[in-house]
C-alpha cells in the first residue's frame, strides 16, 4: 500500500511540474514574462522535474556533499538562488534607475531647448 501511494505521490509531482513548466512558456509567448527572468524559472522546474522522477536524487547528491539530512540541501540550494536573483534584480533595478536619470536630464534639456525656440518667435 504504501508503495502505490509513493508512485501517486511521485505521478501527481510529475504532471504538476509539467504543468508548470507549460505555465512558464505560455507566460513566455503571451509577452508576460522576460526571458531573461524565466530562465530562473525553467532551471527550477527542471530541477523539480529531475528530483520527481529521480526520487532518491536527493539523498544521493547530499551524501556527496557532506549533508546529512538531504531535505536540508533543498533549502541551501533556494537560499542560494534566492541570494542570486536578488543581486541580479539589483543589477537591473541599478540600471533602470540610471537610464531614468539619463532620460530626464535629456529631456529637461530638450525641453528648455524648446522653449527657447518659442521665445525666440
Sequence with gaps: MQNILNYKLQIIAIVFTIAFMYFIFRLIVKGKLREEYSFVWIICAALLLLFSIWRNGLDVIASLLGIYYAPSLI??????????????????????????????????????????KEDQK
Design 75 to 116: 533549502f541551501i540550494g533556494a537560499l542560494f538562488a534566492i541570494i542570486i536573483f536578488l543581486v541580479h534584480l539589483s543589477v537591473v533595478n541599478s540600471k533602470q534607475h540610471k537610464q531614468i536619470k539619463e532620460l530626464t536630464q535629456e529631456m529637461a534639456l530638450l525641453k528648455e531647448k524648446l522653449e527657447v
